[in-house]
T-cell receptor
Framework: SAVISQKPSRDICQRGTSLTIQCQVD?????MFWYRQQPGQSLTLIAT?????????ESGFVIDKFPISRPNLTFSTLTVSNMSPEDSSIYLC???????????FGQGTRLTVV | QKEVEQNSGPLSVPEGAIASLNCTYS??????FFWYRQYSGKSPELIMS??SNGDKEDGRFTAQLNKASQYVSLLIRDSQPSDSATYLC???????????WGAGTKLIIKP
C-alpha cells in the first residue's frame, strides 16, 4: 500500500495569488497524478507527474496555470497560479501502486478563492 | 475518446435491500476495473477490483465484469446506511496506471 500526506488540507486565498499543494508518499512511485474535483462531481485529471521529466497535462490545463514539480520519487507539488474564484475546488494527488494494484489518494486540499 | 459512464443518481435503496451500481466503458481492450467509494469530504477508497469476466465477491460486495458487453457492476447486499456514499467506477485502459474515472453514482440507503 501507499500512504500519501497532502497539505494543506484547506485554504482560503485571495484572487490573483498562488497556492502550492504538497504531496509526500511513503514509498517510491513512478507516476503521481493530480486531480481536481468540483463539489458533487467526479475526478478530473489535471496532469501526470513523472520524476525527472516535465509533467503531462490534460486538455484544458496548462503549465503556466498549474506548474508541477517532481524532484524525486516520493514528492510532488502542484501550484495553482493567479487564482480566481473558478479555481475553488478540491485538489487531490494520487499514486497507483502496481504491487497493491490500487490507486491511493492524499487527503485532498479544499481550496476557496475569494 | 476513452470514456467510463455511470448513472449519476442519486440511487435510493431501502436498508437491507440490494444496491446495484452499473458502469460501462469504451475501450474494449481494458484489463483492470475498480470500484471506489467516496464519502462526502473524503478521498476515494478502493472497494473492489476485478480483472476477469464473471463475479468476484468480498463480503457484502460483488463485482461483476462482462468484457464482451463492456460492462462492470457492483452489487451491495444487505445495504446499510453507512453504505450511503458516491461510488466511482475506474478503468485502466492502457495498463499505464492512469485510471479513467466515471462521474460516480450517489447512493442513498434509506433506514
Amino acid at each position: 500500500s501507499a500512504v500519501i500526506s497532502q497539505k494543506p488540507s484547506r485554504d482560503i486565498c485571495q484572487r490573483g495569488t498562488s497556492l502550492t499543494i504538497q504531496c509526500q508518499v511513503d514509498s517510491q512511485v513512478t507516476m503521481m497524478f493530480w486531480y481536481r474535483q468540483q463539489p458533487g462531481q467526479s475526478l478530473t485529471l489535471i496532469a501526470t507527474a513523472n520524476q525527472g521529466s516535465e509533467a503531462t497535462y490534460e486538455s484544458g490545463f496548462v503549465i503556466d496555470k498549474f506548474p508541477i514539480s517532481r524532484p524525486n520519487l516520493t514528492f510532488s507539488t502542484l501550484t495553482v497560479s493567479n487564482m480566481s474564484p473558478e479555481d475553488s475546488s478540491i485538489y487531490l494527488c494520487s499514486v497507483y501502486s502496481s504491487g497493491a494494484a490500487e490507486a491511493f489518494f492524499g487527503q485532498g486540499t479544499r481550496l476557496t478563492v475569494v | 475518446q476513452k470514456e467510463v459512464e455511470q448513472n449519476s443518481g442519486p440511487l435510493s435503496v431501502p436498508e437491507g435491500a440490494i444496491a446495484s451500481l452499473n458502469c460501462t466503458y469504451s475501450d474494449r481492450v481494458s484489463q483492470s476495473f475498480f470500484w471506489y467509494r467516496q464519502y462526502s469530504g473524503k478521498s476515494p477508497e478502493l472497494i473492489m477490483s476485478i480483472y476477469s469476466n464473471g463475479d468476484k465477491e468480498d463480503g457484502r460486495f460483488t463485482a461483476q465484469l462482462n468484457k464482451a458487453s463492456q460492462y462492470v457492476s457492483l452489487l451491495i447486499r444487505d445495504s446499510q446506511p453507512s453504505d450511503s456514499a458516491t461510488y466511482l467506477c475506474a478503468v485502466d485502459m492502457d495498463s499505464n496506471y492512469q485510471l479513467i474515472w466515471g462521474a460516480g453514482t450517489k447512493l442513498i440507503i434509506k433506514p
